[in-house]
């Protein structure tokens, strides 16, 4: 079977330093390295769950669009960054994929939705939620880590 790897990256200075791991431990060889990243949706981005803001928010629509853009934009920028540093770490252009999406279902269920379309390997940083916070809230390559089957996952710190 053919190694197919799914790098799962945010804008997180985590992110880099998972990009600058994986030129350690992975050889040129591999073949099919895809760079993933999830917008997250309004709501995660402005912190907007509470009821007393909802009709504030939604007046301000226009505006919100242009934030979710610009992360969209942020993370293009850390996929093309992280596609750089492979290349010149001896990673053919061709091997590498860059795969973004809007939030579906979650940000770590769409991970695992797109680990479970065909990979071997996940590969993704550690956020470094405090311990409280990691607790209370879970962290995304925490439920990745216990959610995803018959795939590996590397959770580089």
């Known amino acids: 079977m053919e190694e197919k790897i799914l790098v799962a990256l945010d804008d997180s ?3 880099r330093r998972t990009v600058e791991f994986m030129t350690r431990i992975l050889t040129p060889d591999q073949k099919n390295i895809v760079l993933f990243s999830v917008v997250p949706d309004m709501a995660a981005l402005c912190d907007m769950n509470s009821p007393e803001l909802t009709p ?6 226009y505006n919100l669009m242009e934030i979710k853009e610009q992360k969209r934009r942020a993370l ?6 992280a596609k750089n540093v492979l290349t010149e770490s001896g990673f053919e252009e061709g091997q590498l994929q860059i795969k973004i999406q809007d939030k579906k279902r979650g940000i770590a269920r769409d991970i695992i939705d797109e680990a479970c379309s065909g990979y071997t390997l996940v590969v993704m940083g550690r956020r470094g939620l405090s311990g409280v916070e990691e607790f209370l809230l879970g962290s995304v390559s925490q439920k990745v880590l216990h959610t995803v089957k018959d795939i590996s996952v590397l959770i580089v710190n």
């Open 13 to 15: 200075p985590s992110a």
């Open 76 to 81: 293009l920028s850390v996929l093309e960054t």
């Open 56 to 61: 504030y928010f939604l007046s301000q629509n």
